[in-house]
């Protein structure tokens, strides 16, 4: 039998190609939201990803961002955003992934983040340290949140909601010294955990944006909380990552 990461692995291989070949294509798109949007790339990488995982696995539940797969009522639950960043991908804007949890009695225990614009594999096993394309990697040492590069995102209902993350952007550019958005939680992470961005912070994600880059992060060194520093659950709304240094001045700037 493959092990967890081997069909992973392949399950986002095989994602990251189908994402390239219809890269520049006409793409069918439908509407979740007014802005929040499905292609049917998504909808082909989804039963992809879910025939390979469930040809090895076929007990295990399915959790994943269009609805496919069976739910078995397993102690294995993958968690899967088949294109994460669809927004980017519908515009043929060359940064999105493929965002494959593994979840075992509520604990993330693998996670794999496919980016196939660099081919870049980001893999973690709970206790095993984290990689990109087999080279282990580590947190920044930054260590002043002046002296930092951040990025976060903002909600699909952003116009709707008071709790916008406007304010906690505009707080974080005048302590940081520079803040991205780039659309696609997974890859934050992952960027998070290979140093590049010192610090992540959004609201109203969802278990499948994050599965992976939760356990990619903490295996890299990092730390991941909710708003109030308590250990973060893919089942909230509110996610903060850093390097693990700057985590205590990050949290003091959103509850301000």
């Not at 967890?4 to 399950?11: D, M, T």
């Not at 002046?146 to 952003?158: D, H, I």
Request: net charge negative; proline share 2%.
């Amino acid at each position: 039998m493959k092990s967890f990461f081997e069909v992973a692995k392949q399950a986002a291989l095989a994602s990251g190609q189908l994402q390239l070949d219809n890269l520049l294509k006409e793409k069918q798109i439908e509407f979740k939201g007014e802005i929040n949007l499905v292609t049917h790339v998504d909808k082909l990488c989804e039963k992809e990803i879910i025939a390979i995982i469930q040809g090895a696995f076929p007990s295990h539940d399915i959790l994943a961002e269009e609805g496919g797969g069976n739910r078995q009522h397993s102690d294995y639950r993958w968690v899967i955003d088949p294109i994460d960043g669809t927004t980017n991908y519908a515009h043929a804007y060359p940064l999105f992934s493929t965002s494959i949890g593994l979840e075992y009695k509520g604990e993330i225990i693998l996670g794999v983040v496919y980016e196939p614009n660099l081919k870049e594999m980001f893999i973690a096993e709970k206790g095993s340290g984290a990689f990109c394309n087999g080279q282990k990697i580590a947190v920044s040492s930054t260590k002043i949140l002046k002296q930092s590069l951040l990025v976060t995102g903002f909600a699909y209902n952003l116009s709707e909601t008071g709790e916008n993350n406007i304010v906690q952007f505009e707080k974080f550019l005048m302590n940081a010294q520079a803040v991205r958005r780039d659309g696609v939680a997974s890859t934050d992470l992952c960027d998070v955990a290979m140093g590049r961005y010192d610090g992540f912070w959004e609201l109203a994600l969802q278990p499948w944006d994050v599965a992976a880059g939760l356990l990619i992060v903490e295996e890299a060194g990092g730390r991941v909380s909710n708003y109030q520093g308590k250990r973060f659950s893919i089942y909230e709304k509110q996610m903060l990552a850093s390097n693990s240094l700057l985590h205590d001045a990050m949290l003091k700037i959103l509850n301000s």
